[in-house]
């Protein structure tokens, strides 16, 4: 059963990067969703104490006069010699030097070379990092240092966006972590606007990259950063994507274009293209991995909405789905009843009335992923699937619940629950009235 949607028109290419665009889709200063719900970083996170331990300290002028460490952290029109982190890694050492001179480039504070763009420059940068760990942390307080007391609008604007870019495709180091946390964090501040570039805004969206890179990962699969998809990163900078947003913000963003759709399009979308490829007769559907090269490019075309033609293997769709769960920025079923669904995970009447107690969209997409399986749960389909209930608890329980304990025992029994819930779920909760939708 297709979507009707799946015809519209698609959505019109990616604006250009260039400060038109920027001035028109610019929030409000007052804009700033985290700043207040997210803990605030301790001041031992400075950035600065993280230079005092760990940066080579330059020299300028003629007598070789060590920089200060505040000024070897501010923006420079100046090229560097050698890296900013202290390094022995010779790859490393040879690379930070014409990092830094890119990021100059893209920032426009020097002169592109024949045949460059800024998308190839983020394009190049986004490889050299992705491929190579050793140099995150150098890029990212190269990064820190431009933006740092960088009076230019322009200048200062597109570094930051570098770093939302950058943010897409891989994390700093567990050790530099809580420090590019603590940058992006005291940025998010409106007090640290530029007259002319709502820096809080830019900061706001990296740290939520920061928080969706840290648990992720950096992109994975065998194919490096595409210029596609630094085209999106640069996009969903002011055109939030459809991944890593809470429901509330995914609805608005389909508000215009499906008005009366009381579902997410992307989640319908998705369910509706498994089940068109037979997903449920297909052996270890959920279970068994999409090519994790098509599921990166099928959510380029999601987030287009899109749904392209040529797809054929339902494990692409089905693995975009949970990822689509499990990357909402706040769980399907909220921290807040947590405790109760895992107290009530057997408890089928409780169960039932914890789901009826929800926020009404986190009701109803909970309610359609339990119809969604249900289907799946039919003995004639697990008997092609081998997926049972306990296998599809198994294996989406993690994408409505989260686990915020850090207690490896907890963590471990709570699993178990987390499957017991969602299994109490696919065998007692009443989703008839879905079926019109579904």
Same mark, same amino acid.
């Given at each position: 059963? !297709?979507?009707?949607?799946?015809?519209?028109?698609?959505?019109?290419?990616?604006?250009?990067?260039?400060?038109?665009?920027?001035?028109?889709?610019?929030?409000?200063?007052?804009?700033?969703?985290?700043?207040?719900?997210?803990?605030?970083?301790?001041?031992?996170?400075?950035?600065?104490?993280?230079?005092?331990?760990?940066?080579?300290?330059?020299?300028?002028?003629?007598?070789?006069?060590?920089?200060?460490?505040?000024?070897?952290?501010?923006?420079?029109?100046?090229?560097?010699?050698?890296? !900013?982190?202290?390094?022995?890694?010779?790859?490393?050492?040879?690379?930070?030097?014409?990092?830094?001179?890119?990021?100059?480039?893209?920032?426009?504070?020097?002169?592109?070379?024949?045949?460059?763009?800024?998308?190839?420059?983020?394009?190049?940068?986004?490889?050299?990092?992705?491929?190579?760990?050793?140099?995150?942390?150098?890029?990212?307080?190269?990064?820190?240092?431009?933006?740092?007391?960088?009076?230019?609008?322009?200048?200062?604007?597109?570094?930051?966006?570098?770093?939302?870019?950058?943010?897409?495709?891989?994390?700093?180091?567990?050790?530099?972590?809580?420090?590019?946390?603590?940058?992006?964090?005291?940025?998010?501040?409106?007090?640290?606007?530029?007259?002319?570039?709502?820096?809080?805004?830019?900061?706001?969206?990296?740290?939520?990259?920061?928080?969706?890179?840290?648990?992720?990962?950096?992109?994975?699969?065998?194919?490096?950063?595409?210029?596609?998809?630094?085209?999106?990163?640069?996009?969903?900078?002011?055109?939030?994507?459809?991944?890593?947003?809470?429901?509330?913000?995914? !609805?608005?963003?389909?508000?215009?274009?499906?008005?009366?759709?009381?579902?997410?399009? /992307?989640?319908?979308?998705?369910?509706?293209?498994?089940?068109?490829?037979?997903?449920?007769?297909?052996?270890?559907?959920?279970?068994?991995?999409?090519?994790?090269?098509?599921?990166?490019?099928?959510?380029?075309?999601?987030?287009?909405?899109?749904?392209?033609?040529?797809?054929?293997?339902?494990?692409?769709?089905?693995?975009?789905?949970?990822?689509?769960?499990?990357?909402?920025?706040?769980?399907?079923?909220?921290? /807040?009843?947590?405790?109760?669904?895992?107290?009530?995970?057997?408890?089928?009447?409780?169960?039932?009335?914890?789901?009826?107690?929800?926020?009404?969209?986190?009701?109803?997409?909970?309610?359609?992923?339990?119809?969604?399986?249900?289907?799946?749960?039919?003995?004639?389909? /697990?008997?092609?699937?081998?997926?049972?209930?306990?296998?599809?608890? !198994?294996?989406?329980?993690?994408?409505?619940?989260?686990?915020?304990?850090?207690?490896?025992?907890?963590?471990?029994?709570?699993?178990?629950?987390?499957?017991?819930?969602?299994?109490?779920?696919?065998?007692?909760?009443?989703?008839?009235?879905?079926?019109?939708?579904?």
């Amino acid at each position: 059963m !297709m979507l009707s949607s799946q015809s519209d028109a698609q959505m019109s290419q990616y604006a250009s990067i260039g400060s038109l665009q920027r001035q028109q889709n610019r929030p409000t200063p007052s804009t700033n969703p985290l700043i207040q719900k997210n803990r605030k970083p301790t001041c031992e996170n400075d950035i600065e104490n993280y230079a005092h331990a760990n940066l080579n300290r330059h020299k300028t002028g003629l007598f070789g006069k060590k920089l200060s460490v505040a000024n070897m952290l501010s923006w420079s029109k100046e090229s560097i010699k050698k890296p !900013m982190i202290a390094a022995n890694d010779k790859k490393v050492k040879k690379e930070a030097i014409e990092v830094f001179k890119l990021i100059q480039m893209y920032m426009c504070d020097r002169k592109l070379k024949g045949g460059m763009t800024q998308l190839g420059i983020a394009l190049d940068l986004a490889k050299r990092g992705w491929s190579c760990p050793n140099l995150r942390d150098e890029l990212y307080i190269q990064l820190c240092k431009q933006t740092t007391d960088n009076r230019r609008a322009e200048s200062l604007e597109r570094g930051w966006e570098l770093m939302a870019v950058m943010l897409v495709f891989f994390p700093p180091s567990v050790h530099f972590h809580d420090y590019l946390e603590g940058y992006i964090y005291r940025n998010m501040e409106p007090s640290f606007n530029h007259p002319e570039v709502p820096v809080n805004h830019y900061a706001t969206h990296c740290f939520k990259k920061l928080e969706k890179a840290s648990t992720m990962g950096a992109k994975r699969g065998q194919k490096k950063p595409a210029m596609e998809e630094v085209q999106a990163a640069v996009h969903c900078i002011f055109h939030p994507s459809m991944f890593g947003n809470s429901l509330d913000e995914i !609805m608005a963003l389909q508000q215009d274009r499906f008005p009366g759709r009381n579902l997410p399009w /992307v989640q319908v979308a998705l369910s509706e293209e498994v089940l068109r490829l037979n997903g449920c007769r297909t052996e270890g559907i959920f279970r068994v991995p999409g090519d994790i090269d098509e599921v990166n490019g099928l959510k380029l075309h999601v987030d287009r909405w899109q749904l392209p033609a040529s797809l054929s293997d339902p494990h692409v769709p089905a693995s975009l789905l949970k990822l689509w769960y499990r990357e909402l920025y706040e769980p399907l079923i909220p921290h /807040v009843f947590y405790d109760d669904c895992i107290r009530n995970c057997s408890d089928a009447d409780a169960a039932v009335r914890i789901v009826s107690s929800l926020p009404d969209i986190n009701r109803l997409v909970l309610c359609y992923l339990i119809r969604f399986l249900q289907v799946f749960a039919k003995s004639e389909n /697990v008997a092609i699937t081998k997926m049972d209930t306990n296998n599809l608890a !198994m294996v989406m329980a993690p994408n409505c619940l989260r686990c915020q304990s850090e207690d490896p025992r907890v963590i471990l029994d709570n699993t178990t629950k987390q499957m017991g819930f969602v299994r109490t779920l696919i065998h007692s909760l009443d989703t008839s009235y879905l079926e019109v939708i579904l």
